[in-house]
Nanobody, 119 residues
Framework: QVQLVESGGGLVQPGGSLTLSCAAS????????MDWFRQSPGKQREWIAR???????NYRDSVKGRFTISRDNAKNTMYLQMNSLKPEDTAVYSC?????????????WGQGTQVTVSS
């Protein structure tokens, strides 16, 4: 059974930093493309960043230069380092895993972790 569990959210002041984690189980983690998404109240879920199985990365324009996605295949965990946080970054952040092909392709989702940026 595939499971994704996010952690690391919380309350932070504008300009502060947080690091989110997404721990995976029940899957061969290194084979999966991993994404971070976020959703604010009243808004649609939006894609934030991606890291492929080859560790290639891509980001939403609004977070480029502030957020860094990474993965540790030995720990079956993906991370999102968030710096220079802004109030508009407030959202529930979720991770997603999928494979372009093959068995257990997904997508699989975590339950999300709340990030609140406020003074």
């Amino acid at each position: 059974q595939v499971q994704l569990v996010e952690s690391g959210g919380g309350l932070v002041q504008p300009g502060g930093s947080l690091t989110l984690s997404c721990a995976a189980s029940g899957m061969i983690f290194r084979d999966y493309v991993m994404d971070w998404f976020r959703q604010s109240p009243g808004k649609q879920r939006e894609w934030i960043a991606r890291i492929t199985s080859d560790a290639d990365t891509n980001y939403r324009d609004s977070v480029k230069g502030r957020f860094t996605i990474s993965r540790d295949n030995a720990k079956n965990t993906m991370y999102l380092q968030m710096n220079s946080l802004k109030p508009e970054d407030t959202a529930v952040y979720s991770c997603e895993a999928f494979k372009p092909q093959g068995m257990m392709a997904g997508p699989y989702w975590g339950q999300g972790t709340q990030v609140t940026v406020s003074s």
